[in-house]
């Protein structure tokens, strides 16, 4: 069997909004920050993600992030590119449902990345669950504690993408934040290890849930952070 270049994880309504969601898995990527993980697209499946964004329509899959483009945000994400090629594929139907006894072997002893674009809050936690057991490590990151319909569960594999220094003080599980300067850090936070030391996501694996983890801002898009006086993941 030819490998297939992504697997659709799961398709049904957002957990956050119930509207019609899609979660695909690509298998390659030359991202030069994580390396080479298998790379998880939490993308509306009816709409594509620029018209999805400039609608507002992206609330089901990104909720209620503060970093969304449809509120002038600084979400890092290019939409035109990964995002929206990945959704014309999936409408192409060239992604097979995931089928355990034919998929699995291409996601066992690899290292997945939960939500390149899109927050694993908005499907179901049994998605994340299965592929956790599967892989051999993951990252994550979820900006919806505050939703109504979050479920907390999300939070043993992925990290509270924070705001405020405030909410960091707060925290009771991992979390990730931006700062403006380093000397910002508080006890017990780890500045990401991309920046300190160069290293891949894929062989740090810290942003799991369980560490408190801090970065300078940074990338093109830094002026909205500081503009908006709003500082998170980027």
Same mark, same amino acid.
């Given at each position: 069997?030819?490998k297939p270049s992504g697997l659709i994880l799961y398709q049904g309504?957002?957990?956050?909004?119930?509207?019609?969601?899609?979660?695909?898995?690509?298998?390659?990527?030359?991202?030069?920050?994580?390396?080479?993980?298998?790379?998880?697209?939490? &993308?509306?499946?009816?709409?594509?993600?620029?018209?999805a964004s400039k609608q507002g329509q992206?609330?089901?899959?990104?909720?209620?992030?503060?970093?969304?483009?449809?509120?002038?945000?600084?979400?890092?994400?290019?939409?035109?590119?990964?995002?929206?090629? &990945?959704?014309?594929?999936?409408?192409?139907?060239?992604?097979?449902?995931?089928?355990?006894?034919?998929?699995?072997?291409?996601?066992?002893?690899?290292?997945?990345?939960?939500?390149?674009?899109?927050?694993?809050?908005?499907?179901?936690?049994? &998605?994340?669950?299965?592929?956790?057991?599967?892989?051999?490590?993951?990252?994550?990151?979820?900006?919806?504690?505050?939703?109504?319909?979050?479920?907390?569960?999300?939070?043993?594999?992925?990290?509270?993408?924070?705001?405020?220094?405030?909410?960091?003080?707060?925290?009771?599980?991992?979390?990730?934040? &931006?700062?403006?300067?380093?000397?910002?850090?508080?006890?017990?936070?780890?500045?990401?290890?991309?920046?300190?030391?160069?290293?891949?996501?894929?062989?740090?694996?810290?942003?799991?849930?369980?560490?408190?983890?801090?970065?300078?801002?940074?990338?093109?898009?830094?002026?909205?952070?500081?503009?908006?006086?709003?500082?998170?993941?980027?």
């Amino acid at each position: 069997m030819k490998k297939p270049s992504g697997l659709i994880l799961y398709q049904g309504p957002s957990i956050l909004d119930g509207a019609p969601i899609v979660v695909l898995a690509t298998l390659e990527t030359s991202n030069k920050k994580t390396g080479n993980m298998v790379q998880t697209w939490i &993308i509306r499946s009816d709409v594509d993600p620029v018209q999805a964004s400039k609608q507002g329509q992206d609330v089901s899959i990104c909720g209620n992030c503060p970093h969304r483009w449809h509120h002038g945000g600084a979400c890092y994400v290019n939409l035109g590119q990964a995002p929206l090629g &990945i959704y014309r594929a999936f409408r192409r139907g060239i992604y097979p449902a995931f089928d355990p006894a034919l998929h699995s072997r291409y996601l066992e002893n690899r290292k997945i990345r939960f939500g390149a674009y899109g927050d694993p809050a908005a499907a179901p936690f049994e &998605i994340w669950e299965m592929l956790a057991h599967m892989c051999q490590g993951f990252t994550g990151y979820t900006h919806q504690a505050r939703h109504k319909n979050f479920d907390p569960r999300i939070l043993e594999f992925c990290q509270l993408s924070l705001d405020t220094r405030r909410q960091a003080e707060k925290a009771k599980s991992g979390y990730f934040r &931006i700062v403006t300067d380093k000397a910002e850090s508080l006890p017990g936070e780890i500045e990401c290890l991309a920046d300190s030391k160069g290293l891949e996501c894929k062989d740090c694996l810290k942003c799991n849930g369980k560490n408190r983890i801090f970065i300078q801002v940074h990338g093109t898009r830094k002026g909205n952070f500081l503009n908006n006086n709003i500082i998170a993941r980027g």
